[in-house]
Nanobody, 127 residues
Framework: QLQIVESGGGLVQPGGSLNLSCVVS????????IGWFRQAPGKEREGVSC????????KYGDSVKGRFTISRDNAKNTVYLQMKSLKPEDTAVYYC????????????????????WGPGTQVTVSS
């Protein structure tokens, strides 16, 4: 069973920063793209960022470009999401997910191909 656990969520003021971590089962990052998604109450799940399992391909949703950065540390079995200049509209439950994509140098922000999901971590941006 592939395990995924997010951490790092919490309350932050607008304009602040927060760093999320996604710890996955050993060797998962060698074979899966990792995506960050978020969902606010009453809204559809939205793709935030993803990173391919091979190479340095990264993708960001339009609403977070220039503010969020995704990175990977295979030795620690961890993917990070650095969030800066946070806005109230960033408030959501953030989920980490794994995509066993056969195209190892790419990743996508559609939820359909992501087969394993973590339980999520709450991020609240409010003054």
């Amino acid at each position: 069973q592939l395990q995924i656990v997010e951490s790092g969520g919490g309350l932050v003021q607008p304009g602040g920063s927060l760093n999320l971590s996604c710890v996955v089962s050993e060797n998962t990052l060698d074979y899966n793209a990792i995506g960050w998604f978020r969902q606010a109450p009453g809204k559809e799940r939205e793709g935030v960022s993803c990173i391919a399992s091979k190479g340095d391909f990264r993708k960001y949703g339009d609403s977070v470009k220039g503010r969020f950065t995704i990175s990977r540390d295979n030795a620690k079995n961890t993917v990070y999401l650095q969030m800066k200049s946070l806005k109230p509209e960033d408030t959501a439950v953030y989920y980490c997910a794994a995509d066993p994509l056969t195209i190892k140098t790419m990743c996508f922000l559609q939820t359909y191909d992501y087969k394993n999901w973590g339980p999520g971590t709450q991020v609240t941006v409010s003054s």
